[in-house]
């Protein structure tokens, strides 16, 4: 799967699934400040990403995840290298 693919279904499922606004998603992004993803939003977006991508989020593997870029590089790094 090539990177864009992974934005682009990143992208959707923030917008569509986790209400994100359109605007605010950029790459440099932080999750959490930025996007104002919560815990709660965090939980569905686990499991979007386990339906979409077919691997499961460890928890540990998310430390270093802050920015919307980690998150790609994360995801696409989990499908290309599984």
Known sequence: M???????IVNEFLVEEIEVDEEVIAPDANIKDDLEI???????IVVIVEKAFGFKIKQEEMVNVSTLNNFYDYIYDKVNNS
Do not use: G
Request: charged letters at 55%; hydrophobic letters at 35%; glycine letters at 0%.
């Open 2 to 8: 090539e990177r864009d693919e992974v934005v682009k």
């Open 38 to 44: 919560d815990s709660l939003d965090f939980v569905d």
